[in-house]
């Protein structure tokens, strides 16, 4: 149990610097970054005490907002997407979920694949039109959620696999 | 009553959910204006002293070009000196009103529409809000939060940025502004239609304002267009600072601030 919460612990402080100091100065063709920061959320573990969970997913928008001067868009991303994130839980893993038994190591690649993407567009999206904040720029909003979700997807894939104990 | 409690329990994730959402909605809010993100931004203690951090390892990547940046700006300093060694202030009312301190970058960013810089002088080294901060080459933007060591800058790529300049052929001024797009194209707005304009012009900042001394570059017209109403131009501003790329910077304080607020207050 010691080591769920320490590893918890270090995911979030690590993924929090991760980005600040490193995704966030990517400026991919100018403008596109990867927020690799909700890792934390996609693999924070299954329990019944949601309320924590959505309190510490809203703690780690905010950190990532104070560095960023983002004023609260990562903090209500992050919030929405840890909200829902039961409800795509159950429909990328399916019966394993109903059981409490989701291993990520133990998942497919297109589970995860499915999983990951549904998460990631749903908090790009919100995460750009609170950015960008106009409504006659929703062609801008559009654009920039699609190629950052693709960014950020590969990436995350990339990061959890790395890390993971399992042979792939 | 227990009915409402009731509620409340059964749908507590929801409410939580609710709360925390509408929390960061208003913080995102209040983060659009001007002066008014006073809590959660970069130049607290915690952010200031990890930038500090990571900057020290990051600072030995752009040596070399710092280096050439701040040979090329000593030379153009020291032939300014060479030139007119002998002139000395008539009086001492025109000697300098500005104090300048040099100061480091610890964060830049230029993708979004509201950037933001954070330096590493804060009210320990006398710095506070509204002073303007400038490189060799031109502006970068205004001081707008500070804590002890660190301060935030509203950099000229900030939607809610506003500068007022001239033109330094006629004198002609207007009030510069970001539209959020290029992060080397920056707007001039509020010049009259009979002013007459060529590409290449140079901006520079007007003085009227007690944040930026008179005539420091901003940058050079790129092109130019007639508003909707055709009587003010919109002229597009090729900027003198690649914002991308900053480093060292300085700090512009105004020395006789004190003096100009209290005739501005006596006015009213």
């Known amino acids: 149990m010691n080591n769920i919460v320490l590893n918890t612990v270090l995911r979030f402080i690590g993924l929090v610097f991760l980005q600040i100091i490193i995704c966030s100065n990517i400026n991919f063709l100018g403008y596109l970054n990867p927020y690799i920061y909700i890792i934390f959320i996609f693999l924070y573990p299954i329990t019944n005490n949601r309320l924590l969970f959505i309190f510490l997913s809203f703690l780690l928008g905010l950190s990532v907002d104070m560095f960023l001067d983002s004023g609260g868009v990562h903090a209500s991303a992050s919030v929405a997407i840890a909200y829902v994130r039961p409800l795509f839980l159950k429909f990328s893993f399916g019966a394993a979920y109903e059981y409490q038994a989701v291993k990520f190591s133990n998942t497919t690649l297109s589970q995860r694949l499915i999983y990951f993407l549904f998460l990631i567009v749903i908090h790009h999206a919100i995460l750009f039109s609170l950015v960008v904040f106009d409504k006659n720029e929703t062609l801008l909003i559009v654009k920039q959620t699609l190629y950052s979700s693709v960014f950020t997807l590969i990436v995350c894939l990339l990061l959890t696999s790395l890390f993971s104990k399992k042979e792939l | ?268």
């Open chain 2, 1 to 268: 009553m227990q009915q409402l409690f009731n509620f409340f329990i059964k749908n507590k994730t929801f409410v939580l959910f609710l709360l925390l959402f509408s929390c960061g909605l208003s913080l995102t809010i209040r983060s659009n204006g001007y002066h008014r993100s006073k809590f959660i931004n970069s130049s607290n203690q915690i952010t200031g002293s990890v930038y500090g951090t990571f900057h020290s390892i990051s600072q030995y990547f752009n040596l070399k070009k710092e280096n050439e940046i701040l040979l090329n700006e000593n030379s153009r300093l020291k032939t300014l000196v060479f030139s007119r060694e002998n002139l000395t202030p008539l009086d001492t009312l025109l000697e300098q009103k500005y104090d300048l301190f040099p100061s480091l970058i610890y964060k830049n960013s230029f993708a979004l529409p509201n950037n933001y810089l954070t330096l590493n002088k804060g009210q320990n080294d006398s710095i506070k809000e509204d002073y303007g901060v400038i490189t060799s080459k031109g502006i970068v933007g205004i001081i707008d939060a500070t804590s002890s060591n660190y301060s935030r800058v509203l950099s000229i790529l900030n939607t809610s940025s506003r500068i007022n300049v001239k033109l330094k052929k006629t004198n002609y001024f207007g009030i510069l502004s970001w539209d959020g797009k290029s992060p080397e194209i920056a707007q001039l707005k509020d010049v009259q239609d009979l002013v007459k304009l060529s590409i290449g012009d140079t901006i520079v900042t007007s003085g009227y304002s007690s944040t930026f001394p008179p005539n420091i570059p901003v940058g050079s017209i790129l092109s130019y267009a007639l508003n909707d109403t055709e009587d003010l131009y919109i002229i597009e501003v090729k900027l003198f600072n690649d914002m991308r790329n900053l480093e060292h910077v300085y700090i512009i304080k105004n020395t006789a601030i004190n003096e100009l607020r209290a005739l501005n207050i006596s006015d009213e």
